[in-house]
């Protein structure tokens, strides 16, 4: 298992407020996998949003479906904040920006 | 983070949804009192029906759904608490008898029954400050929002202290009613309560679900100690009916903090992410429209010389209510209960499955078609009613009456419908398990 595999498996994981997936969103900030941990750090789009506690279970409920045992850590930060600068084009055209 | 421990920080559905379910049948309650005006309602703002009107949209409708509001997204965002499930209940079910009361000795002039029901809503209100005290940590510092929901509790208290002690003066003629002193209540209530919560929850929502960036509006640190510094200035002179010239200084004062307040969120849209409006957008968008012509009027009804636009003061009072109660704060929480409402519903039903199986996103969760036709409806009759009232039409007044009735029935079936989602009836099948869905 890699980085990239977590991130993915992350594409399943879909912000119910936009219906956007988290990766496209540039919501996930880090993934490190190690023998018994598996920690993803993530933000998002808006300090204090009430979907957070939802968003990181969503999350740690696909990651434990890949973990294969390793305990699986979220961290949710707010530095650096999120900007539409995060956004893939995928994103960005279902946001409307072009 | 844990599943777990995010899982405690939302309050259970089914203590919050019946604030929502219940709010909308003030809405109703109010249209119907318009229908039934008399000729009177053209001619003073106090009228039985229009009293009982003001008091069915305010009370039943638009502090219904702050409550929800405040009850859901206390603990999310302040970390705060609740009261036991018994006392959100019992306050619901006080709160619905006492305003149920008070609406209808309003509307057949039972001075008695007035005081009683103001009695039940102000025990009421009182619960409520104590449970919102909770849920949003009222004496924690650094929140923006926070301050400004708390000061907004703190003019609720006053206005439920000062309008029981007028239903009493009513029913033992302690001491004159004079429209200035009804004013002082009204905005103490309107601009203190609701306009200084509305403000502040704007704040978070509105970047929130337009995606605006983080930076933080040039006034919203100036609108909260400028309104309520106003709006106190505003009751207290108005208690003592000044004359015109004062009360247009008055009410310039708190017209300043709505038009910065405007501004601030005209910005935080103009640069959102977000760019094709959801319902909630477009509410904003409508109620923005609806405030600042609630500005203008109310200034030329606070002048009371109006008669250069051949408009009698009274009528010009009674539009400005309108497009500020129905238009402006009754949009805004239109809009954000179309949101909150699919929240809590996603919450309690699908979370638990979501990263496991597809589950439907709020929007689909939502009849759009029949939300938006409950936003224009509102928008229309606010039109309606404010025009036919600048211009003394009753019969225009009553159909706006039976059109805010008709919003109030729509937006009720609405978040009904929303309500009634479960898992067992999701009908997104086709929600794509990976990537963005179509």
């Known amino acids: 298992m890699n980085s990239t595999m977590v991130a993915d498996a992350l594409k399943d994981v879909v912000d119910p407020e936009l219906g956007i997936n988290i990766v496209a969103l540039g919501l996930l900030y880090g993934v490190d996998v190690q023998d018994r941990t598996l920690s993803v750090r993530m933000t998002m789009t808006t300090p204090g949003c009430p979907m957070a506690a939802a968003i990181a279970q969503m999350t740690a409920a696909r990651l434990n479906t890949i973990a294969e045992g390793r305990d699986v850590q979220i961290e949710v930060v707010e530095d650096p904040p999120w900007s539409v600068a995060m956004l893939d084009d995928g994103a960005r055209k279902q946001l409307g920006l072009g | ?438």
């Open chain 2, 1 to 438: 983070m844990t599943p777990a421990g995010a899982a405690r920080e939302s309050p259970p559905l089914g203590l919050i949804l019946p604030f929502f379910l219940t709010a909308p049948l003030g809405l109703v309650a109010a249209g119907i009192m318009l229908v039934l005006a008399d000729a009177d309602a053209m001619t003073a703002v106090n009228t039985p029906e229009l009293l009982a009107a003001t008091h069915a949209a305010v009370l039943g409708w638009l502090s219904l759904s702050i409550m929800g509001a405040v009850f859901q997204l206390g603990p999310v965002l302040f970390s705060g608490r609740l009261l036991p499930a018994f006392a959100i209940r019992a306050q619901l079910v006080l709160h619905v008898a006492g305003v149920s009361l008070m609406v209808g000795a309003f509307g057949w002039w039972r001075t008695g029954a007035l005081a009683a029901g103001g009695t039940l809503t102000a025990s009421s209100f009182v619960l409520f400050v104590l449970n919102a005290a909770f849920a949003i940590r009222w004496f924690a510092r650094g929140s923006l929002v926070r301050n400004y929901v708390s000061i907004g509790l703190g003019f609720l208290s006053a206005t439920a202290a000062l309008g029981l002690s007028y239903a009493f003066a009513l029913y033992q003629g302690w001491f004159p009613l004079t429209s200035g002193r009804v004013a002082a209540h009204a905005h103490l209530g309107l601009a203190g309560f609701l306009g200084i919560v509305i403000m502040g929850v704007s704040y978070q929502l509105v970047p929130m679900f337009q995606l605006s960036p983080h930076a933080e509006p040039r006034f919203a640190r100036v609108v909260l100690p400028w309104m309520a510094v106003s709006v106190v200035m505003f009751a207290a002179i108005m208690w003592t009916d000044p004359p015109p010239a004062v009360r247009v200084l008055a009410a310039g004062l708190i017209a300043s903090g709505a038009a910065m307040w405007t501004y601030d969120v005209s910005w935080l849209i103009r640069r959102r992410a977000k760019r094709s409006f959801d319902i909630q957008g477009r509410s904003t968008l409508i109620s923005l429209a609806f405030l600042t012509a609630a500005v203008v009027v109310g200034v030329l009804a606070a002048s009371g010389q109006p008669a250069a636009l051949a408009v009698e003061h009274q009528r010009l009072q009674l539009s400005y209510g309108l497009l500020l109660v129905g238009g402006w704060a009754g949009a805004t929480l239109l809009g954000n209960s179309f949101k909150i409402v699919p929240f809590l519903v996603w919450n309690g039903r699908f979370r638990e499955r979501a990263g496991r199986e597809p589950v439907p996103t709020l929007a689909q969760l939502l009849h759009g078609r029949l939300a938006h036709v409950t936003l224009y409806c509102l928008a229309a009759a606010v039109l309606v009613g404010a025009s036919s009232a600048s211009i003394g039409w009753l019969p225009g007044l009553r159909l706006a009456g039976a059109m805010l009735s008709t919003a109030g029935t729509l937006q009720f079936l609405s978040l009904l419908l929303v309500a009634m989602r479960h898992p067992a009836t999701n009908v997104v099948a086709g929600a794509p398990a990976k990537g963005i869905p179509t």
